[in-house]
């Protein structure tokens, strides 16, 4: 079992950034890719972005690629999630996830963190 734990949303304005954070515990993180998927209000869940288990390659959905990345820091058993350049649009509850192998895109996780609110003001 892995337990996750998102940090590190809040209010910002529009053209703010927010780091995010996903503390994992539990089981090894070892081999699990990690991903961002975030759920606006009356939307179905939507792909932000995933990391593969080594940092090495990363994967951004079209509506955050050049805004957003994504880092972690297997030392901490931590992942990351950098927003830049915010926009209303990007109002949402951000969850992280792990799986074993990466899959992109896609919302088919293992295991799930309880969600941030992200709310970006115009």
């Known amino acids: 079992q892995v337990q996750l734990v998102e940090s590190g949303g809040g209010l910002v304005q529009a053209g703010g950034s927010l780091r995010l954070s996903c503390a994992a515990s539990?089981?090894?993180?070892?081999?699990?890719?990690m991903g961002w998927i975030r759920q606006a209000p009356g939307k179905e869940r939507e792909f932000v972005g995933a990391?593969?288990?080594?940092?090495?390659?990363?994967y951004y959905a079209d509506s955050v690629k050049g805004r957003f990345t994504i880092s972690r820091d297997n030392a901490k058993n931590t992942v990351y999630l950098q927003m830049n350049s915010l926009k209303p649009e990007d109002t949402a509850v951000y969850f992280c996830?792990?799986?074993?192998?990466?899959?992109?895109?896609?919302?088919?996780?293992?295991?799930w963190g309880q969600g941030t609110q992200v709310t970006v003001s115009s």
């Open positions: 996830a792990a799986r074993i192998g990466m899959k992109v895109p896609g919302t088919e996780y293992e295991y």
């Open positions: 990391i593969n288990w080594g940092g090495s390659s990363t």
């Open positions: 539990g089981r090894t993180f070892i081999g699990y890719a």
